[in-house]
């Protein structure tokens, strides 16, 4: 799970610092925790791996701007972080939960009904990143502690 937020939070700033960044290995940049494992003998998947597929459908995409309000986790480190972009095949919000014990509800303004979300999240920081179910609620998304969430819209508005 750890890892997992952290890849999503470098993602995130990636995107927003994109116009003064040159990235030319990605690989090298994200990929400080291995997204395969050899264990006996055998190749095994980690939890990034859903969440590099998480991310997959919104790239290559335009970032679009996002205001977020959040109290800090620590510091300069906001507890919800988050990007938009948009490409043919829709218009992708992405949203993190980084509190280990507090869900957040989140007010999406203006943004309508999503044609479909994908959400991961972790028990702790240490557990498996799973797939799961968010809960939507008078306009409102409760993320769980520890997740993330992909939210594809057909347009804005």
């Not at 919000?93 to 280990?100: E, G, I, K, P, V």
């Not at 203006?110 to 999240?121: K, M």
């Not at 799973?130 to 993330?148: A, N, T």
């Not at 969430?149 to 804005?156: A, F, K």
Request: proline residues 6%; aromatic residues 10%; hydrophobic residues 40%.
């Amino acid at each position: 799970t750890e890892h997992c937020l952290f890849f999503a939070g470098r993602l995130y700033d990636i995107v927003r610092f994109a116009r003064w960044l040159e990235v030319s290995c990605y690989y090298n940049l994200l990929n400080a925790m291995g997204i395969f494992l050899c264990q006996k003998g055998r190749v095994v998947e980690t939890g990034m791996v859903n969440t590099y597929r998480m991310f997959r459908p919104a790239f290559p995409g335009q970032r679009l701007p996002l205001k977020i309000t959040s109290p800090a986790l620590v510091a300069d480190l906001p507890v919800i972080d988050g990007m938009c972009l948009k490409n043919p095949r829709g218009i992708w919000l992405f949203l993190s939960n980084r509190s280990a014990n507090r869900e957040a509800k989140i007010t999406l303004e203006g943004l309508g009904a999503p044609a479909e979300h994908y959400a991961h999240a972790g028990e702790h920081p240490e557990a498996e990143f799973m797939e799961i179910k968010i809960r939507q609620q008078d306009g409102s998304l409760c993320l769980p502690p520890l997740s993330c969430v992909r939210l594809r819209y057909r347009s804005i508005g």
